[in-house]
């Protein structure tokens, strides 16, 4: 076995050690909209069906609210529940998050609820808290598969530098928002194992000029990602982008203009489905969102300052933070020197790509891959925290941009191993992994586990 091989196994190892000591250590249904995401999960597994708002189950909300007593989720959620406790979740007040965020009321259907109900079915009889472990569990594993992307992937780009891709891929082993997100119950970790996915055979497809399976590929992978979560939808203006591109770079060959053919229909029938879907009720939330939008963009009246008083930069700093470290409901953040010195580095690595010695060995198509996908999915998410301001306040977290997290990653560890000479390189990247273990283990010695059992 070669030895890269083997420091894989080694990270897939510690994710899934990781992933598990984060879903038990986190109290039950402290982790942003779990409880709405796992009665979608729980009403599959024992209804058998897909369910819609009228399969609500009064059994499981009784269920629910009692478990929410017994785990004291008023208190770490700073949302005191009623002294006295109500028979319906509609019952709560309104400022309750769990009263908030259903989505099996919303109709808001995740393909991830699916995988996640797969788990629940051996353990249907048991308590709902080892339901909830159970679900946390399918999460967990659909880490460990991001994990083994991100090094193909990494290895693509990288083939003459497998210690790169392996401090790639390391260095989103020991993100601790990404492994706290992703072993709790929700729709986003099949969003991003998806993304990421397809972007790996993009990769693969610049790289080695594949055939039309990849396709096949890419288009199941970006219609499961979207289905999973609304965050993968950058894959769509990608994918046809980056089409576009392939074909040219071939030539007018007759099978090219066929391709070229195929992709005005496919987006034809895209728009086609666009319009229709505009009449559903979740188009129809989506459209008044982006009217909303389009007309605080034109007054500008409040577009830099929300109802709480908190300017846009704030807003995206605050996305900064959680993009790294706020658990529980967003309740927990961490100090802020870490946050400083977090930007420091991204600041550093900038520098990096624009200063630093560029070793030519990823192709520029590659390049394009990754940074598209950052760029429209960046973008997406400023667009989005506008929308989401028109109704009051800015709406914005970091685990909106995990689908994003390789590329991300990619550009950070590139730039600041672009900075030092090969004589420093191997130090310098030893103290950068280093120090992300010890904010990691730092996060969940100073913060998690005294916040919650001390």
């Known amino acids: 076995?070669?030895?890269?091989?083997?420091?894989?196994?080694?990270?897939?190892?510690?994710?899934?050690?990781?992933?598990?000591?984060?879903?038990?250590?986190?109290?039950?249904?402290q982790a942003p909209d779990e409880t709405g995401h796992f009665e979608y999960v729980w009403s599959i597994a024992h209804q058998g069906h897909l369910p819609g708002p009228e399969d609500a189950s009064p059994f499981f909300e009784r269920e629910l609210l009692s478990s929410l007593y017994e785990w004291r989720y008023g208190d770490y959620t700073g949302r005191v529940l009623p002294e006295?406790?109500?028979?319906?979740?509609?019952?709560?007040?309104?400022?309750?998050?769990?009263?908030?965020?259903?989505?099996?009321?919303?109709?808001?259907?995740?393909?991830?609820?699916?995988?996640?109900?797969?788990?629940?079915?051996?353990?249907?009889?048991?308590?709902?808290?080892?339901?909830?472990y159970a679900a946390r569990f399918s999460s967990v594993l659909l880490n460990v598969g991001?994990?083994?992307?991100?090094?193909?992937?990494?290895?693509?780009?990288?083939?003459?530098?497998?210690?790169?891709?392996?401090?790639?891929?390391?260095?989103?082993?020991?993100?601790?928002?990404?492994?706290?997100?992703?072993?709790?119950?929700?729709?986003?970790?099949l969003a991003e194992l998806m993304a990421s996915w397809v972007l790996l055979e993009w990769v693969r497809l610049f790289r080695h000029d594949v055939g039309i399976w990849t396709f096949v590929g890419i288009a199941l992978g970006t219609l499961f990602g979207i289905w999973s979560k609304a965050t993968a939808a950058f894959l769509l203006p990608l994918d046809l982008g980056l089409a576009v591109v392939w074909a040219l770079r071939r030539g007018p060959g007759a099978w090219n203009r066929r391709l070229l053919l195929t992709l005005l229909i496919g987006g034809g029938g895209l728009a086609l489905?666009?319009?229709?879907?505009?009449?559903?009720?979740?188009?129809?939330?989506?459209?008044?969102?982006?009217?909303?939008?389009?007309?605080?963009?034109?007054?500008?009246d409040m577009l830099w300052t929300d109802v709480r008083g908190i300017t846009f930069g704030e807003a995206l700093?605050?996305?900064?933070?959680?993009?790294?470290?706020?658990?529980?409901?967003?309740?927990?953040?961490?100090?802020?020197?870490?946050?400083?010195?977090?930007?420091?580095?991204?600041?550093?690595?900038?520098?990096?790509?624009?200063?630093g010695e560029s070793k030519g060995e990823v192709p520029w198509r590659c390049f394009g891959v990754l940074g598209g996908a950052l760029a429209l999915a960046v973008g997406i998410f400023i667009w989005t925290a506008i929308l989401g301001q028109s109704s009051g306040y800015y709406q914005v977290q970091g685990r909106y941009l995990f689908p994003v997290l390789i590329?991300?990653?990619?550009?950070?560890?590139?730039?600041?191993?672009?900075?030092?000479?090969?004589?420093?390189?191997?130090?310098?990247?030893?103290?950068?992994l280093l120090g992300l273990i010890i904010f990691d283990v730092w996060c969940l010695l100073r913060y998690l586990l005294p916040y919650f059992y001390l």
């Open 84 to 132: 006295r406790m109500p028979p319906r979740l509609e019952e709560l007040p309104s400022s309750i998050f769990v009263q908030r965020s259903r989505t099996l009321l919303s109709g808001r259907f995740s393909v991830n609820y699916l995988w996640a109900a797969i788990f629940l079915l051996p353990v249907r009889q048991q308590e709902l808290v080892m339901q909830l």
């Open 407 to 432: 590329p991300y990653t990619f550009f950070l560890v590139e730039g600041w191993e672009r900075i030092f000479s090969v004589r420093v390189r191997w130090p310098v990247m030893g103290m950068f």
């Open 1 to 29: 076995m070669k030895t890269q091989h083997r420091w894989l196994l080694l990270l897939l190892g510690i994710t899934l050690v990781r992933g598990l000591l984060y879903a038990a250590l986190t109290p039950p249904w």
């Open 146 to 189: 991001i994990l083994w992307i991100a090094f193909v992937l990494f290895s693509a780009l990288l083939p003459t530098s497998p210690h790169l891709a392996l401090w790639m891929t390391a260095a989103i082993v020991f993100s601790p928002q990404h492994t706290f997100v992703n072993s709790t119950v929700g729709d986003g970790p």
């Open 317 to 355: 700093l605050g996305a900064h933070e959680s993009f790294w470290a706020n658990f529980g409901w967003m309740a927990l953040p961490v100090h802020g020197r870490w946050y400083g010195a977090l930007l420091l580095l991204a600041g550093l690595s900038l520098m990096g790509w624009i200063w």
């Open 273 to 300: 489905g666009l319009w229709l879907w505009k009449d559903s009720p979740l188009g129809v939330v989506v459209s008044d969102k982006l009217v909303q939008g389009v007309h605080s963009l034109a007054t500008m």
